[in-house]
């Protein structure tokens, strides 16, 4: 039987070895979720409500524990991981409060005596996830998949079996019934195995594009549906009437939260030309102020990345991107020491073309870019394989809006950073993926919308 080593990415030191499960298990866990579908899918909302109500208020009892052990295995600083478990409560309590409402029948006038439109469960989701926000992304799909009436089993990244298996033991220990939510501790190359099982009926991943690319292959070849969120490199555009001081502390905020690995942190930020410099200026300042350290410390601005060999793959970027002709403002150099640290970086001058320009750069590096006027910073920011979010800065709000609506993105925000909302749908366009969670609409995502007709 294989095992999975986990390694702190701040210290290079062993967190915990966890074996991993055969394909025979997997297909025997698999089956039993199948079987739990065959009786939660007629629970009451108000029964499944009670329960996840539980689940927030187990989640809110181990919020130390829990944020503990996502800083250890990813290095997420510590006060976002207690803020990501205070995201998961807020989730697990909304649907819990609004499940019934968004998937209430809709009746629908037409000549039969009756007709409307009913949203039934499907059965067992398998769901792809990744590290970055190990229990966020989960709860993100598990909370309205089981409030539907689904069931849900998990793939999640090696680098955090112990957020995983945590999860599996939190629901069960607020009282779902075993199977309603399985942790399959699988690797990779089993993944297509799983997606192919006759009991799995639908897929939802979170990660890269290629991961999206052959995840969405291999469900369409066994006729299953997908939700896929992936890459971002979201474009800020930064108007000369902007809040600069607001501007810029959003900015080093946006692309050193999470330690710069969020699909939809700042990544590009399009700056007018008129304050392009005063900007860089400004920007170069605070991110320098910006504390790297341990994750641990309550003082840490930002921790290192979750593996040194994603450390290393930004750090190639960084260095093609120099080579291609733009200029290294601040960082650009590999620490020395323990830990998959990288510092601050900022690139300037950027153009199409450039990696750090068409490519997701996963980690605190920040590309700056210069626009004439509003309209070339516009087509900048669509210049781009990726739509997930963007963002405005101007004091003129209804310029703001007016540039929003025209920004090729699943999210537009103006004078604020993008931010996932259970009342809002999340996700993206072009190779960003396509589907969305959360509010009304993502809960939708996996059920048949199914046409009652009575004459």
Partial sequence: MSSITIINPATDEEVATYDRITQEEAKNKIALANRTFGSWK????????????KLADYLEEHKEEYAQLATREMGKIIGQSRKEIEKCILICRYY??????????????TEAKKSYVTFQPIGVVLAVMPWNFPFYQVIRFAVPALMAGNVG??????????????????????????????????????????????????????????????????????????????????????????DLEKAV???????????????????RFIVLEAIYEEFLVAFK??????????????????????RKDLRNELHEQVQK??????????????????????PATILADLKPGM???DEELFGPVASVIKAKNDEEAIILANNSQFGLGSGVFTSNLERGEQIALQLEAGS?????????DPRLPFGGVKNSGYGRELSGYGIKEFVNTKSVWIA
Avoid: W
């Fill in 153 to 242: 089993v998990l793939k999640h990244a090696s680098n955090v079996q112990g957020c995983a298996f945590a999860l599996e033991d939190a629901f069960l220990k607020a009282g779902f019934p075993k199977g309603c939510f399985t942790n399959l501790n699988l690797s990779s190359e089993h993944v297509k195995d799983v997606i192919a099982d006759k009991n799995i009926v639908a897929v939802t991943l979170t990660g890269s594009d290629p991961a999206g690319r052959s995840v969405a292959s291999i469900a369409g070849q066994n006729l299953k549906k997908t939700v896929l969120e992936l890459g971002g490199s979201d474009a800020y555009i930064i108007l000369e009437d902007a």
């Fill in 249 to 267: 502390e959003l900015a080093t905020f946006g692309r050193l939260q999470n330690n710069g690995q969020t699909c939809i942190a700042a990544k």
């Fill in 96 to 109: 819990a409060d609004n499940a019934k409402d968004l998937l209430a029948d809709n009746s629908v006038d």
């Fill in 412 to 420: 537009s925000f103006v004078n604020k950073l993008v931010v996932s």
């Fill in 285 to 306: 300042k605070k991110m320098k102020d910006a504390k790297m350290g341990a994750p641990t410390a309550e003082d840490t601005y930002y921790g290192p990345m979750a």
């Fill in 321 to 342: 991107t120099i080579a291609q002709g733009g200029r290294l403002v601040l960082g650009g150099e590999i620490p020395q020491g323990k830990g998959a640290y990288y």
């Fill in 42 to 53: 007629v629970t009451s909302f108000e029964e499944r409500s009670k329960l996840m109500h």
């Fill in 355 to 357: 990696e750090g320009f």
